[in-house]
């Protein structure tokens, strides 16, 4: 699809019109702010078959176009998944408004009140590939916190991003809330997701979701501040230890559950100890859904029926049935090659010994970390947070599924009665 020529004073506009809509925003009571949701929730899906027909045509354009197995299962909407992003969207409504929370406070000696409370930052810019679910849980996720959202969708999820924000913005206009709160500007193209890292003053945050080469243009290039949330390049390590069921079970699931995603797991690291136990049963359990194992020359002794795994396949997101299996003689082999190869997203060990789990949890350095559980558990959602804005991997403000909190600053209040300084 042809990229549409920039229209710089639109686009200011749209930009303009969000920051507005943001003071509004900014003091609307948790009820207000509630039955806009009700009214998204509900616009979904009364509109199910508008959004779904669009979706069609962004599919059929995607496969004309190529995208990967893993872009076009990330871009189908179906009945179920649109009744889950409007379930997810009641689930926001009903979780504890963040806003005027106090985090902290204190009195002075001198009587002086002093109390930090959570605050919307303002105008919250998202950049995302092929995620037209992305589109309600921000969009959500930022109306329950105070925000406006700006989002930039991408070429491909155009047509469904624009019926969805089309129902999002008469969903809040029938709740009194302005509609200016959430804009597209996927008519602008890619220029128009540059003008977007460079609105420094109009949007407060940005936040990237998509492919590591998406994410790292948007950490790059934006003068916007930006969480970066990360690829998942995800572990999971098979110490000595772990029991057949569970290594088998928990792999299984966190590759074949739903492959394209960024929490399924990318590598199993195996403990030389527990290689010919574990490795037959896994390979048995992943070739019956179709995974196809990259394997390292000592796994490969065990499973010649693997491909033989290259340099690159250890940084691979695969986003797809395919897994990198490497064998480990110590669980400190296993955390060095996860220093190295991990974008911090999630790592999980498999273990009965409880040393090592907790070595485990302490030495790894990522945004969550897990023993005896399979990655896919690294969502908002399983977290109890409803809709999920991303998973952050950065270590600033926010980091691992983000949810309401994460969509807020702080700011002090200071409550005198004539007091001055000394």
Known sequence: MAET??????LFDKLTAAKAASIVLATATTAQKDVGLTAIASGIRASARDVLEANELDLANGRENGLSAGLIDRLTLTEARLDGLADAVLEVSALTDPVGQAVRGSALPNGVQITQVRVPFGVVGAIYE???????????????????????????????????????????????????????????????????MKARG??????????????????????????????????????????NDWAVEIVHNAKVQRPSVCNAVETVLVHAAAADRLLPLIADRLGESGVTIHADERARAILPFAVAAVDEDWSTEHMSLDVSVKVVDTIDE????????????????????????????????????MVNASTRFSDGGEFGFGAEVGISTQKLHARGPMGLPELTSTKWLVRGSGQTRA
């Open 202 to 243: 109009l949007v407060d945050v940005l936040i990237p979701r998509g492919s590591a080469e998406l994410i790292s243009t948007v950490v790059l290039e934006s003068t916007v501040p930006v969480i970066e949330t990360g690829a998942g390049v995800v572990h999971i390590f098979l110490d000595e230890s772990a029991r």
């Open 5 to 10: 020529t920039l229209d710089r004073a639109t």
């Open 130 to 196: 092929a995620r037209p679910n992305v589109t309600v849980d921000i969009a959500a996720l930022a109306l329950k916190s105070g925000n406006a959202a700006v989002l930039r969708g991408g070429s491909a999820a155009i047509n469904t991003n624009r019926v969805l924000v089309d129902v999002i913005r008469s969903a809040l206009a029938s709740a009194g809330l302005p509609a200016e709160s959430v804009q597209t500007i996927d008519e602008f193209g890619r220029e128009g997701a540059t003008e977007l």
């Open 334 to 369: 296993a955390m060095a090659h996860i220093r190295r190869y991990s974008t911090q997203h999630t790592e999980s060990i498999i273990t009965n010994d409880l040393q090592n789990a907790e070595r485990f949890l302490a030495e790894v350095d990522s945004a969550v970390v």
